[in-house]
C-alpha cells in the first residue's frame, strides 16, 4: 500500500490533496511575481507580467495563458479592495505528481496568489536602513524569478541576526551583485553605480524605475558593480524593492554612509519616484 503522512495524520496516498504533490514543494519548480498597488491602483502591472512571462519562458512551462493569469490578478486585486496600498503576490509552479525529477507530459501548471495590506514602510524611508554583507550561494540563473530562494533566505536570517533590514550578497569575485531581495544602489562620485543586467542578478523592475528617475533628474548612470570597500566610502546607498519603492541606507557593515541620514541624491529619486506613481 502506498501512504502519505500530514502532520500526525497518514492515508493511503491516493486520497492525498494535490496540492502536497506540487513540484514547487519538491523542486522550487516554478517562477513567482510581487507586485503592488498605490492608493488602490497596481503600479508597473505590464511590467511585471513581462517578467513573468520571461521566468516562465526561461524554464520551459508553456502551456499557461497569460492573459488569463493577468486576469485572475485583477479580478482578485479588485475583489480584496485593500486601500490604500496592498501587495499582491503570485506564483505558477509546473504542476502536481508523484516524485520524479522528470515532470510528466500532460502535467497542468498550478496557480496560487495572496492579496494583503503593505506593512508601513515610512521609518525606513525617513530614517535609512542598515545592511549587511552574505556571501553570494545563489545558483548562476539569478535572472530567473524562481522559487528556489533558500540561500535568500539564508542571507535575510544572517541580516536579522545582526539587527539589519537587508543582507548584500558579494560574489565570488569580491563583487556586490544585489540584496537578497531588492537591488542595490551606490551614489559614487556624483554617479549612480549599480551591477549591470545579467544571468547573476534579477531583472528588476524598480530598478528600471530608478533608472528612469535618474535620467529625469540629471543623475548620471554607471553599471559597474561595487565592492564593499567602495560601497562603505559611498556618498550614498540605497536599496530598491517592489514594495517599498526608494529606501536610504544610512550603515553599511557597521560603518555609517555619509552623514548617517538620507542623502539629497536619494531624496530627489523618491520624489521622481513618486511622480511616475
Keep these: 500500500m502506498q501512504l502519505a503522512m500530514v502532520q500526525d495524520r497518514v492515508m493511503p496516498l491516493e486520497q492525498l490533496d ?15 511575481e510581487v507586485m503592488r498597488s498605490y492608493n488602490g491602483r497596481l503600479f508597473a502591472f505590464d511590467d511585471h507580467m513581462e517578467r513573468f512571462a520571461r521566468s516562465l519562458k526561461a524554464i520551459e512551462i508553456t502551456n499557461v495563458d497569460l492573459a488569463d493569469i493577468r486576469h485572475k490578478v485583477a479580478e482578485c486585486f479588485e475583489k480584496a479592495a485593500i486601500k490604500p496600498d496592498a501587495r499582491v503576490y503570485f506564483h505558477i509552479t509546473r504542476g502536481s505528481g508523484s516524485r520524479s525529477h522528470a515532470p510528466g507530459a500532460e502535467m497542468k501548471p498550478n496557480f496560487f496568489l495572496t492579496v494583503q495590506p503593505l506593512p508601513d514602510a515610512t521609518s525606513q524611508k525617513t530614517n535609512g536602513i542598515k545592511v549587511c554583507t552574505y556571501p553570494d550561494q545563489r545558483w548562476k540563473r539569478c535572472d530567473i524569478k524562481s522559487l528556489n530562494l533558500l540561500p535568500n533566505v539564508l542571507a535575510t536570517m544572517h541580516a536579522k541576526r ?45 530598478r528600471k524605475y530608478i533608472f528612469m528617475c535618474a535620467e529625469a533628474i540629471g543623475l548620471p548612470i554607471e553599471e559597474r558593480s561595487l565592492t564593499p570597500s567602495e560601497a562603505k566610502k559611498a556618498q550614498e ?41
Design 18 to 32: 494535490a496540492a502536497h504533490l506540487d513540484r514547487g514543494l519538491f523542486f522550487g519548480d516554478g517562477v513567482y
Design 162 to 206: 545582526k539587527g539589519c533590514e537587508e543582507a548584500i550578497l558579494v560574489d565570488d569575485s569580491g563583487c556586490i551583485t544585489e540584496g537578497s531581495s531588492s537591488a542595490f544602489f551606490g551614489i559614487v562620485n556624483g554617479r549612480l553605480r549599480t551591477t549591470p543586467l545579467g544571468p547573476n542578478i534579477l531583472p528588476s523592475v524598480t
Design 237 to 277: 546607498l540605497i536599496m530598491g524593492v517592489t514594495t517599498r519603492d526608494v529606501v536610504p541606507i544610512v550603515e553599511f557593515d557597521g560603518v555609517r554612509i555619509g552623514e548617517g541620514k538620507p542623502g539629497s541624491w536619494t531624496r530627489k529619486l523618491e520624489k521622481q519616484f513618486q511622480t511616475y506613481v
